[in-house]
């Protein structure tokens, strides 16, 4: 199975700040990469998928870039909405799976 | 946004099967290039995907659970259903089902649009 390490696990960061967290691919998987964003109680919310694409309606300040094995989410200005658990998934080889998640909390 | 539908026991003994059903609105469970998958999530851990399910029946599992998993569906009634046998304490999470959009071109489109709201299976004797 294709393992996913995302750093940081915990993140402690304040409103406007520039965040990125990493997903490194413990193999290639191109650019089959989907990162979610999960508030607590809800399920999770595609925020980009295919490395780069900006899902309908998700805010511009999010951006994803990378292909191979190292992928990265960045968040330019964050928003106090913003504040929440963020997951990165493979969608190159069956088994499907998923980073272990960041958690981004309020400084 | 029009959401998946998870149903089922909210609690299963141990060593008996957990069976969920997932509703898919507006009768697209047919629909070419859409994927019907279960996820789940034991309280305060991640994200594990258990397995997916195509319109003709095609399924593809989790390799640490793909002994006691079965995904099948129904397309008559616009459901798929999620069968784990010989749960134990470990198998209580919250289950989501989802739709895996895998649309194959210059550029394939792959990713998870919609989700259910999860229901939280408890195993308990």
């Known amino acids: 199975d294709i393992q996913l390490t995302q750093s940081p696990s915990f993140l402690s960061a304040s409103v406007g700040d520039r965040v990125t967290i990493t997903c490194r691919a413990s193999?290639?998987?191109?650019?089959?990469l989907t990162w979610y964003q999960q508030k607590p109680g809800t399920a999770p919310k595609v925020l980009i998928y295919?490395?780069?694409t900006l899902q309908s309606g998700v805010p511009s300040r999010f951006s994803g870039s990378g292909a191979g094995t190292e992928f990265t989410l960045t968040i330019s200005s964050l928003q106090p909405e913003d504040f929440a658990t963020y997951y990165c998934?493979?969608?190159?080889?069956?088994?499907?799976?998923f980073g272990q998640g960041t958690r981004l909390e309020i400084k | 946004q029009v959401l998946l539908q998870e149903s089922g026991p909210g609690l299963v003994r141990p060593s008996q099967t957990l069976a969920l059903t997932c509703t898919v609105p507006?009768?697209?469970?047919?629909?070419?290039?859409?994927?019907w998958t279960w996820i789940r999530q034991p309280a305060g851990k991640g994200l594990e995907w258990i397995g997916r399910?195509?319109?003709?029946?095609?399924?593809k599992y989790s390799s640490s659970l793909k002994s006691r998993v079965i995904i099948s569906v129904d397309s008559s009634k616009n459901q798929f259903s999620l069968k784990l046998s010989s749960v134990t304490a470990a198998d209580t999470a919250v289950y989501y089902c989802?739709?895996?959009?895998?649309?194959?071109?210059?550029?394939?489109?792959?990713?998870?649009?919609?989700w259910g709201r999860g229901i939280l299976v408890t195993v308990s004797s």
């Open positions: 989802a739709r895996f959009v895998a649309v194959p071109g210059p550029r394939d489109i792959r990713y998870f649009d919609l």
């Open positions: 507006g009768g697209s469970i047919s629909t070419d290039n859409y994927y």
């Open positions: 399910v195509y319109a003709t029946g095609d399924t």
């Open positions: 193999q290639d998987i191109s650019s089959y």
């Open positions: 295919t490395a780069s």
């Open positions: 998934q493979q969608l190159d080889t069956y088994p499907v799976t």
